[in-house]
């Protein structure tokens, strides 16, 4: 069983765009991989261009003339539903959002227990209340978190 996350950027006017992550998604795995290899706009999108991923690693691309795909994974190379499984495109493309809100209401009713979100070139972990999935709250990641489980 996977622990299911979102991984999103937002953009200059407001919205948001976003993919789907299966494994691992707690944040003592991704937080340290997103703030050290995901640090700047453009890597992000790298990230959200192949869209949904079964899960998060140091690389988004794997090395030229080296097979790579679910059944046979390079290792520290992010697997992705489309590009590396053959999933249709419109079942696993990137989703966009009107705003932050938009993104986490979705999110948390189909999938999302870990919400990530590149904003202001910061990374935050977009948390919901377990008992109330109605409440968020946007807290920043640091390296220096201790408490991300």
């Avoid at 904003?119 to 409440?135: M, R």
Wanted: net charge negative; proline share 3%.
């Amino acid at each position: 069983m996977g622990t299911r996350s979102s991984i999103g950027i937002e953009n200059n006017d407001g919205t948001v765009d976003s993919i789907y992550c299966h494994w691992d998604g707690y944040p003592s795995h991704h937080a340290p991989i997103l703030l050290k290899y995901y640090d700047s706009e453009e890597k992000v999108r790298e990230i959200i261009k192949y869209g949904d991923m079964s899960s998060l690693r140091k690389a988004v691309n794997p090395e030229p003339r080296t097979h790579h795909s679910f059944n046979k994974q390079q290792s520290d190379v992010c697997v992705y539903y489309h590009r590396d499984r053959g999933e249709e495109w419109n079942d696993t493309k990137p989703l966009h959002f009107e705003n932050i809100t938009k993104w986490q209401e979705n999110t948390a009713e189909r999938f999302g227990e870990y919400l990530y979100l590149f904003k202001d070139n910061k990374w935050y972990l977009v948390g919901t209340d377990d008992s109330d999935k109605e409440i968020y709250k946007l807290q920043e990641l640091t390296e220096d978190s201790d408490d991300w489980e």
